[in-house]
Each structure stands twice: as C-alpha cells, then as structure tokens.
C-alpha cells in the first residue's frame, strides 16, 4: 500500500506522462529560482525575511530554502515526488493565507498558481518518467 503511493506505477499513457514531466520540469525550476535567490542572499534575508508561524526568521528562511530548493529537485526528477511536494504545498499555503493573507489577490496571485499547481500534480502523481516510477517498477518485480 505505501510503496504504491510512494512510487506509483500505473501509468499507461505516455502523452499525459509527458505532460507531467513537462510540468514538473517547469514548475520546479521556477520554484528553484526562487529557492537560489534566498541562498544567495541569506545574509540580507536573514534581516527582513518574514517569521509567519514564529520559529524565528532564520529557521523560517532555511526552511522556505529547502522547500524550494531541495524539495525542487526531487520534484523534478521524480524522486519521492510526494514527500517532495508536501513542503512546497505547505510553503506556498504559508505565503498565500499568512504571509500575503491580508493583501489583495493581486499580490499573491503567484503563489496561489504555484500552489494550485502543486496540490494537482500531487493527486495525479509523477507520471511514468519519474525515478519513483522505476522504484515501483523495480519493487513490483521483486515482490512477483
């Protein structure tokens, strides 16, 4: 039951896992964009970056870097694709209801498209170009 929902396997379509690849691709490296530009300037963030669930600003620094670094990567590729997206979900609803939450749509109208994003692809799953579609390959197998 785990392994199915950690590495999915059903994925029969090639265009609709193309998409997906796509998709992941894309949004990920946007995301990463953003995940490079807080490391690169860590030291300035420290200062002015926002403490919205109070954990203090460089613990909510580090981990908006991760989230959009880290996690980024293994979105990309595939690779515990799930586990990946449930920081980036969680960051981006951080940004959407807390940090941005009083403020017109207009200002966090992008993270609200990243978000929307991320919640779909994490019900449809990596798709069959993924590393986490060859574990499951490989675990199917094995348990055959």
Do not use: W
């Not at 613990?59 to 908006?64: K, R």
């Not at 590393?131 to 490989?138: N, V």
Request: charged residues 15%.
């Amino acid at each position: 039951m785990i392994y199915n929902f950690l590495f999915p396997t059903k994925y029969n379509d090639t265009r609709g896992s193309s998409l997906l690849l796509v998709l992941r691709i894309l949004f990920g490296l946007l995301l990463m964009h953003h995940g490079l530009q807080k490391v690169m300037n860590f030291q300035e963030l420290s200062h002015s970056f926002p403490d919205p669930i109070g954990l203090g600003v460089d613990v909510s620094l580090s981990l908006a870097i991760f989230a959009e670094l880290v996690c980024s990567i293994g979105f990309i590729v595939g690779f515990l694709y799930r586990l990946a997206l449930i920081p980036m979900i969680f960051t981006m609803c951080v940004v959407v209801f807390v940090v941005f939450g009083h403020q017109p749509f207009s200002a966090k109208e992008l993270p609200f498209i990243y978000l929307s994003v991320f919640i779909i692809l994490y019900i449809t799953g990596p798709g069959k170009y993924s590393i986490d579609h060859f574990i499951g390959d490989k675990l199917t197998k094995r348990t055959k």
